[in-house]
């Protein structure tokens, strides 16, 4: 499972949760301007917008999961395994390989104006990276700093959704998470009142009872409540440091302990990594499991005309700052 998010301040943040039982090997990555990009239906692109992100990176090739670019755009797939259907390549249309899919959109776009655009005239099609890594089911969460929309390639087609929300997580389809968000409209941050029955005398016990009922639970129809709830009721101050704590802690509301979802006999999906960008700034901070330090790189210290990636494997174990 996976949560992705985005929150504003003064600046646009835009992260996720990576959730799964391995890692493919993810390093945050820079391309920077020059770096050719060899689309498989498209042909060659020598220069786009930078880009930073999580990806995993084979033979070469930036294969991102999650990132924004220089314009303040964030993009993040998400497994929509069983729902995910690409489309065949069509002549005429702009073919795009799943795994092509962030760095066409963050390579040309420099707001979601430019993105809807793109995707009118895009085919979104299977051909995959390579044997060892054929085509992952993922749906896509995309936004800037006014709006998000979700892409969902189905078997009927392409579908794209506003995402008034500005979160995803997995399965069901987009529309259905919507849906199923009307069974919590009457939660709220402030204590409840009795409207259960006006004969019985009904107390808050305790605090937070107004949101009693939130799911709590791992599965990606409870998440996206509980992360939706988090986010839309978030307050924090605006600087950079209250900004990335509250986001970190809107998607602490979903993280995945190791124990608590089994996917095969002693194999447990964790929260391999928490994600949040200033995307206004090019700066990716990220958590891993195993090291809750924020960490950021910024791409902008990185020579964003060069044509070779920057590469920066992630920082595991835990930093404790010992006081004696
Ligand atoms: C496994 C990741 C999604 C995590 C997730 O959503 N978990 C939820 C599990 S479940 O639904 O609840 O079962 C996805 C997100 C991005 C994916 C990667 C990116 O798409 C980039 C390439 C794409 C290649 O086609 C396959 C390898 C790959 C390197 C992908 C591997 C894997 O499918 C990733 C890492």
Redesign the pocket.
Known sequence: ??TAATYKTKDFYFGRT???EFS?GDEITVTPRKFPFEFRHMGKRDSHYAIIGM??V?GGYP???DAINEKGVGMA?????GNAVYQAVEAGRDNVA??EFIPWILGQCADLDEVRALLDRMNLVGT??SEQ????Q?HWIIADRNAAITVECMADGMHIHENPVGVLT??PPFETQMFLLNNYQGLSPKQPENTFAEQLQLQSYSRGMGALGLPGDLS?ASRFAKVAFTKMNSKSGDSEAESISQFFHILGSVDQQRGCCE?TDGKY?ITLYTSCCNADKGIYYYTTYENHQITGVDMHHCDLDGSELFRYPLVQGEQIHWMN
């Open positions: 499972m996976c990576l959730d799964y493919y990806a995993h084979a294969l991102y999961y797939g998400l497994n929509f395994v799943q795994f995959p990276f890594l054929p085509s992952a993922l997995n399965n990606s996917v999906e």
